[in-house]
């Protein structure tokens, strides 16, 4: 009974599995059939045309550029000449004068601080007692040379004599003994040597004299250079200028050579500012020839061309500053920037103004705008110009050419304002490289969105070509 069991039991699993696998069959039929139906009943889309809108742009054409470019660039003045005033000689400060204060203005000669003069005055006084004393030992070598001389004169005499007599004795030889023939020579003798001596001793006093002589100069140099120390203990401007610092007071000990006073040269200024390669280019470019730099090219690397330069305060932008662009700021470019540091000379840093004069000082931050002369000719220097609208932040601008944008990216070389239907307009001067730009093209001044390269346009003349010009030009 068990056996019989249990295989209907296993018979019946069977047919369950079976039922199964039919049943999963059954519905992927249904639903493959119903795929192919629902697929016959669906209608092909229709074709239909591109909604897509064409961007529509005014455009301007671009015009070549000739004549001045304004170079604007930043500086910060700096002195011409600071001068760091140091105390020439030693002693202590007797008096500090009202004017020797940091900020006054000071005129050349205008005494600053005065140094204790007592020592420098009794070094005077034993100098020129050594004069007096070299003078007069002068004086009496002088006086013993001319009795020296008039001794000489006599000691001749005397030798002539006694050699007149010795020649007579000589012939006398058969009448005198030869006691007297030995005392006449000796004579003779002693009367050449006394002349002798007194010939040594003129030469000496004269030999003396040279020696008496250069201790004198020696003394009134040395009495000279009291005079000058005594000179320098009063400490004046050294220029008309403005008192930068003071360091010593009253009563301060000061050593020769330190440091005392801080002055600084304000009948010139100059402004430091920095150019990158791209301005000093131009620069050189359109400069008028310098024949010293023409005939010393290893010179002309060294030196920049003079440029004229026009400054104005930021805050004040209707009181101006002439000056002139002349040499670097030592050599080579800053190594931050990557620009090159250059000096602007000032002749005048004062100003006259409405309100009274203006000058210059350190510190001042001032725009500089240099003018730079260009020529359409110059085939190597391709300026163009076109409204500022048509220039977008990354410095590129859209031009098109049969109906296609196209972009090209360009330098910036001025920015100027010219005047258009009675209204002012904003025009920028550029640069454009491998010739992709060129007079006559048409530059985008309109807003395009999402611009790219290739995009088809239409020109706004095409539309409105009985109401609107596309091509604005700039008179």
């Not at 006086?143 to 020649?167: C, H, M, P, T, Y």
Request: hydrophobic share 35%; aromatic share 4%.
């Amino acid at each position: 009974m068990s056996t019989t069991l249990r295989a209907h039991s296993v018979k019946h699993s069977q047919s369950r599995e079976i039922a199964k696998y039919l049943i999963s069959a059954i519905v992927v039929a249904i639903g493959i059939a119903a795929f192919f139906f629902l697929k016959a009943l669906a209608k092909p889309p229709e074709t239909q045309k591109s909604t897509a809108l064409v961007q529509q742009v005014a455009t301007y054409e671009i015009q070549p550029y000739a004549g001045l470019l304004d170079m604007m660039v930043s500086g910060v003045v700096v002195p011409h000449r600071e001068i760091k005033i140091a105390a020439e000689v030693a002693g202590r400060i007797d008096k500090r004068f009202p004017a020797c204060e940091a900020g006054n203005f000071v005129s050349k000669g205008e005494t600053l601080l005065q140094i204790d003069q007592e020592e420098y005055e009794l070094e005077i006084k034993t100098l020129e007692a050594d004069v007096s004393q070299s003078e007069k030992r002068i004086e009496e070598n002088l006086q013993q040379i001319i009795g020296e001389v008039r001794n000489i004169e006599l000691a001749k005499n005397d030798f002539e004599l006694q050699k007149k007599e010795s020649v007579r004795n000589t012939r006398l030889t058969n009448v005198l003994s030869q006691t007297e023939l030995d005392q006449s020579q000796r004579a003779l003798n002693s009367t050449e040597t006394l002349l002798t001596t007194r010939q040594n001793n003129l030469a000496t006093l004269k030999a003396g004299t040279t020696r008496l002589q250069a201790a004198l100069d020696f003394s009134e140099r040395q009495l000279e250079k009291a005079k000058l120390n005594l000179r320098r203990t009063t400490v004046t401007a050294p220029d008309d200028g403005v008192i930068v610092r003071t360091i010593v007071h009253e009563g301060d000990y000061v050593a020769k050579g330190m440091q005392i006073i801080t002055f600084e040269d304000t009948k010139q200024a100059e402004v430091l500012c920095n150019l990158t390669p791209t301005d000093l280019k131009w620069i050189r470019d359109n400069s008028p020839a310098d024949a010293e730099l023409v005939e010393n090219n290893a010179r002309s690397v060294y030196r920049i061309p003079k440029t004229l330069v026009t400054m104005f305060d930021p805050s004040d932008p209707s009181v101006t500053w002439s000056g002139v662009l002349e040499r670097f700021d030592g050599i080579g470019r800053d190594d931050v920037t990557k620009t090159i540091p250059c000096r602007i000379s000032i002749r005048q840093p004062i100003a006259q103004t409405p309100n009274g004069p203006q000058a210059l000082v350190r510190g001042m931050y001032v725009k500089c705008r240099m003018e730079v002369q260009t020529s359409s000719s110059d085939a190597n220097q391709r300026l163009f110009s076109f409204p500022a609208v048509a220039l977008h932040p990354s410095n590129h601008v859209w031009t098109v050419k049969d109906k296609k944008l196209n972009r090209v990216d360009v330098s910036v070389v001025d920015r100027t304002e010219t005047i258009v239907d009675g209204k002012p307009e904003k025009i920028v001067i550029v640069t454009a490289p491998d010739d992709s730009l060129h007079p006559g093209d048409a530059v985008v001044v309109s807003p395009l969105s999402q611009p790219s390269p290739g995009s088809t346009v239409i020109l706004e003349s095409e539309l409105k070509s009985d109401s609107f010009d596309p091509v604005l030009k700039l008179e």
